[in-house]
């Protein structure tokens, strides 16, 4: 029994000192600091000379955290907003480049390492064509003389098939689209609309046709195209001139390959008369600063476009261009002089290769393989059926070029 009474006041003290140690020395702890986490995926491709744009994520569980961003490893040139965490570069090599992202709170980082591949620009060549023929206008015939046209609706759809034939490169590519405007569907705002959404998405390595086949006309030093909805009394402002066509035109990335069936064409490229050299410096006062931006002037030679243009015309400014008609019905189809000979020299009606113009019998025919055949064949035809009032003289810019215009 002693025992048992000595122990109790000795545990009851114990437990009272307890209390007081531990009541004593309740205090908070201080807060724990997180490690904030990117979230975001890298973006590993690119392409040279193209801009790259990464927008790195992170979080951070702490709220109130100010997320600071850097690049430990970069490539020269590249840079990181230290708030937002956008990269941006712009790679000037092929290769692969090594990037190390970090984001701190101030005492704890994470950190993502990924490597960029930074590849060649695309090469792959897109085709692409617009073919526009107006021949039943909406106020032809007139009492002034001026008719309807028969052939530019079967001349755009002999183009279209000669287009259709062609086949470019080791890959045999296609044409992408090949569209079309006839007569009624031919206004100026469709014309001009559908070069726009024909030639869209276009880059810097495509090459886009522009075919038009129809009536044109000379006015104050400067050739039009004339849209269905022209006439004698039509206000300019409904015929397409040489500015409006360029600046159509020159909106589309790449190389413009340009056939002109219509009078008074060679305006388009600054084709005058036989015995000129050049556009007199009067006349040239007429093309405005957006069309001597893309044609170029030369003392010497005159007016001439730039390398991105590849243009055959059916004349000169001051030529008409032909077409002629069955004189009995259905002999065979109305057809442009320019135009046949064009399509015929590129593999129209063709059943085997080499096509007619391919003279050095390389699979191709160039602008100017299709300029020489087209200027032979056109003259002898006048000599043949004796036109005697037919003066039409096919024109070339540039000159001499092996730019191909079609493959098989």
């Not at 000379?49 to 702490?62: H, L």
């Not at 002898?380 to 092996?402: G, K």
Request: negative net charge.
């Amino acid at each position: 029994m002693y025992i048992h009474k000595s122990l109790k006041p000795a545990i009851l003290a114990l437990f009272i000192i307890t209390i007081v140690i531990f009541s004593g020395c309740a205090v908070t702890a201080p807060p724990i600091n997180h490690a904030p986490a990117i979230i975001s995926a890298e973006i590993t491709t690119t392409f040279v000379e193209t801009a790259y744009t990464y927008d790195v994520d992170a979080i951070d569980p702490d709220t109130g955290d100010i997320l600071i961003y850097s690049l430990s490893v970069n490539p020269a040139g590249m840079d990181i907003d230290s708030s937002t965490g956008v990269i941006n570069w712009t790679p000037t090599a092929v290769g692969n480049f090594e990037v190390m992202v970090e984001v701190s709170d101030g005492e704890l980082s994470a950190t993502q390492d990924f490597m960029i591949t930074v590849s060649p620009l695309s090469t792959k060549v897109v085709y692409r064509a617009l073919c526009v023929g107006v021949g039943d206008y909406q106020h032809y015939p007139d009492a002034w003389g001026n008719t309807d046209l028969p052939a530019p609706s079967y001349d755009v759809d002999r183009m279209r098939q000669t287009l259709g034939y062609s086949k470019f490169g080791l890959s045999n590519t296609e044409f992408f689209n090949i569209s079309y405007l006839k007569d009624g569907q031919a206004t100026k705002l469709n014309i001009l609309q559908r070069i726009a959404s024909t030639f869209s998405g276009a880059d810097s390595n495509d090459i886009s046709y522009f075919y038009f086949s129809g009536h044109g006309m000379w006015y104050e030093n400067t050739s039009y195209l004339c849209p269905v909805e022209t006439s004698h009394f039509s206000l300019m402002e409904a015929y397409i001139s040489v500015n409006e066509l360029e600046a159509a035109l020159s909106a589309i990335p790449g190389t413009k390959v340009v056939f002109l069936d219509s009078c008074y064409s060679g305006g388009f490229i600054g084709k005058g008369e036989k015995e000129e050299n050049r556009i007199l410096e009067d006349k040239l006062t007429y093309f405005n600063e957006d069309v001597i931006n893309i044609f170029s002037l030369s003392e010497s030679r005159g007016l001439l476009t730039t390398n991105r243009y590849k243009v055959l015309t059916a004349c000169r400014y001051s030529q008409f261009s032909w077409e002629f008609e069955p004189e009995i019905p259905g002999d065979f189809d109305p057809f442009g002089l320019f135009t046949v000979a064009l399509c015929e020299s590129c593999g129209y009606d063709s059943f085997s290769s080499p096509f007619p113009a391919d003279d050095n019998l390389d699979n191709k025919v160039s602008l100017h393989e299709a300029y020489m055949y087209i200027k032979s064949e056109v003259e002898e035809f006048v000599l043949f059926y004796n036109y005697s009032q037919i003066t039409q003289e096919v024109q070339v810019h540039p000159s001499d070029s092996d730019f191909t215009i079609v493959e098989y």
